[in-house]
């Protein structure tokens, strides 16, 4: 890892401790200053720096800025249900729609991935796509502005994976991600596929595009510029712009997510007993003892409840986080209060989510089904 380098494993486990290195060694631009002032909506996101950095994202301000189209395009892995971590890429993508009506939002259900990496036959991911889609317009998703697609359905993204595997050699795949079964490969030509389709001609053509995902996922956003390049002759591309959040923690503190791990995540669509527990045993930045905590006060920049759920999921409103913060800085609050206050924010929060995402069954089949209800 050290001197050689920090290695981002989209399908493995990717351990940033420093972000500023990573965006060096990669080319990753900051998301900070101007371009945060540019931003017509400061999300919670962005104001906190969960999106760390970007490539290309002024071209994207430049088109909302000048009123013109541009995509908004991520993918999902149907290979479970919705979490913390698929519910921060949704809101990303829920986020850069919101900030034009001249966004228009392509959205792949990662099925062919979730094959060559999981295992997942595909009559089970498109039972999962379904309890995935009603998370999403739950989450706030709107269905007109949006073309919905399964990997394994859509001719023109497979075309497009086996036109660009022309031109990548084994050499290349192996530089980028190591020595990998052909399945990840060709998943990665399918991603690369993906994020290219909104430029195809029946999208209306090349435009700029934007694709939130996770650190984790530059390898492609990298695979993918390359080729928009290589074929800019054919297709006239546009390389996609990207951001980046970071990559977090589950909730016992491990850097791995891993089902394995179920007390590590939680589930939007698990019930609120279980979620409840999960909150409570969670990793915090306690002390060994009550009077130690009281006279040193805790660390919340090390808590998962803090910085996990609190800054990045829950809690929207600055001033009172801060209050929160010093709170427990301070050593007013011990963690058995502050792990109360969190889960009747959180419980709320799932409760209300629960009661969306039940009535949106029919809409998610639908939108499923035909792709666009715009
Ligand atoms: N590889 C992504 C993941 O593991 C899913 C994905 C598929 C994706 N196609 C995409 C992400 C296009 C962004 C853009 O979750």
Same mark, same amino acid.
């Given at each position: 890892?050290?001197?050689?380098?920090?290695?981002?494993?989209?399908?493995?486990?990717?351990?940033?401790?420093?972000?500023?290195?990573?965006?060096?060694?990669?080319?990753?631009?900051?998301?900070?200053?101007?371009?945060?002032?540019?931003?017509p909506y400061?999300h919670?996101?962005?104001?906190? &720096?969960?999106? *760390?950095?970007?490539? #290309? $994202? !002024?071209?994207?301000?430049?088109?909302?800025?000048?009123? /013109? =189209?541009?995509?908004?395009?991520?993918?999902?892995?149907?290979?479970?249900?919705?979490?913390?971590?698929?519910?921060?890429?949704?809101?990303?993508?829920i986020y850069f729609l919101s900030l034009s009506?001249?966004a &228009?939002?392509? *959205?792949?259900?990662? #099925? $062919? !991935?979730?094959?060559?990496?999981?295992?997942?036959?595909? /009559? =089970?991911?498109?039972?999962?796509?379904?309890?995935?889609?009603?998370?999403?317009?739950?989450?706030g998703?709107d269905?007109?502005r949006?073309?919905?697609?399964?990997?394994?359905?859509?001719?023109?993204?497979?075309?497009?994976? *086996?036109?660009?595997?022309?031109?990548?050699?084994?050499?290349?795949?192996?530089?980028?991600?190591?020595?990998?079964?052909?399945?990840?490969?060709?998943?990665?030509?399918?991603?690369?596929?993906?994020?290219?389709?909104?430029?195809?001609?029946?999208?209306?053509?090349?435009?700029?595009?934007?694709?939130?995902?996770?650190?984790?996922?530059?390898?492609?956003?990298?695979?993918?510029?390359?080729?928009?390049?290589?074929?800019?002759?054919?297709?006239?591309?546009?390389?996609?712009?990207?951001?980046?959040?970071?990559?977090?923690?589950?909730?016992?503190?491990?850097?791995?997510?891993?089902?394995?791990?179920?007390?590590?995540?939680?589930?939007?669509?698990?019930?609120?007993?279980?979620?409840?527990?999960?909150?409570?045993?969670?990793?915090?930045?306690?002390?060994?003892?009550?009077?130690?905590?009281?006279?040193?006060?805790?660390?919340?920049?090390?808590?998962?409840?803090?910085?996990?759920?609190?800054?990045?999921?829950?809690?929207?409103?600055?001033?009172?986080?801060?209050?929160?913060?010093?709170?427990?800085?301070?050593?007013?609050?011990?963690?058995?209060?502050?792990?109360?206050?969190?889960?009747?924010?959180?419980?709320?929060?799932?409760?209300?989510?629960?009661?969306?995402?039940?009535?949106?069954?029919?809409?998610?089949?639908?939108?499923?089904?035909?792709?666009?209800?715009?």
């Amino acid at each position: 890892m050290d001197r050689e380098g920090i290695v981002l494993d989209p399908w493995g486990t990717s351990h940033v401790k420093d972000y500023r290195r990573l965006m060096e060694q990669f080319g990753i631009e900051p998301l900070e200053g101007e371009l945060i002032e540019r931003l017509p909506y400061k999300h919670r996101l962005v104001r906190r &720096r969960i999106i *760390f950095g970007h490539r #290309d $994202l !002024e071209m994207i301000l430049r088109a909302i800025e000048e009123g /013109e =189209e541009y995509a908004v395009m991520t993918g999902i892995k149907p290979s479970g249900e919705f979490h913390l971590g698929t519910k921060l890429t949704s809101e990303e993508f829920i986020y850069f729609l919101s900030l034009s009506p001249k966004a &228009r939002g392509f *959205f792949a259900i990662a #099925d $062919l !991935e979730a094959y060559a990496d999981n295992k997942i036959p595909l /009559e =089970e991911s498109y039972r999962i796509a379904l309890s995935n889609l009603m998370d999403m317009l739950a989450l706030g998703l709107d269905p007109r502005r949006v073309y919905v697609y399964r990997q394994s359905q859509e001719m023109p993204v497979m075309q497009l994976a *086996f036109i660009f595997s022309r031109s990548v050699t084994y050499n290349t795949l192996e530089a980028i991600y190591g020595p990998r079964p052909f399945g990840l490969y060709l998943s990665a030509l399918v991603q690369a596929g993906d994020i290219l389709n909104p430029q195809l001609p029946h999208h209306g053509g090349p435009k700029p595009t934007v694709v939130p995902v996770g650190a984790d996922q530059d390898p492609h956003i990298r695979l993918t510029r390359d080729l928009a390049r290589k074929y800019r002759g054919e297709f006239g591309f546009v390389p996609p712009a990207a951001t980046y959040h970071k990559l977090l923690r589950d909730l016992t503190g491990q850097e791995k997510m891993s089902k394995r791990n179920p007390m590590g995540i939680l589930y939007l669509t698990e019930s609120l007993e279980s979620a409840r527990r999960k909150v409570m045993n969670a990793f915090t930045g306690g002390r060994a003892t009550a009077e130690e905590q009281r006279r040193l006060g805790g660390e919340p920049e090390k808590c998962v409840i803090f910085v996990e759920l609190l800054s990045t999921h829950f809690l929207e409103d600055d001033k009172q986080l801060e209050e929160w913060y010093w709170e427990c800085k301070s050593g007013r609050m011990l963690c058995g209060e502050c792990k109360a206050r969190a889960w009747e924010l959180i419980g709320a929060w799932l409760k209300r989510h629960q009661e969306r995402r039940a009535k949106m069954r029919d809409l998610a089949e639908r939108l499923l089904e035909e792709k666009t209800l715009s």
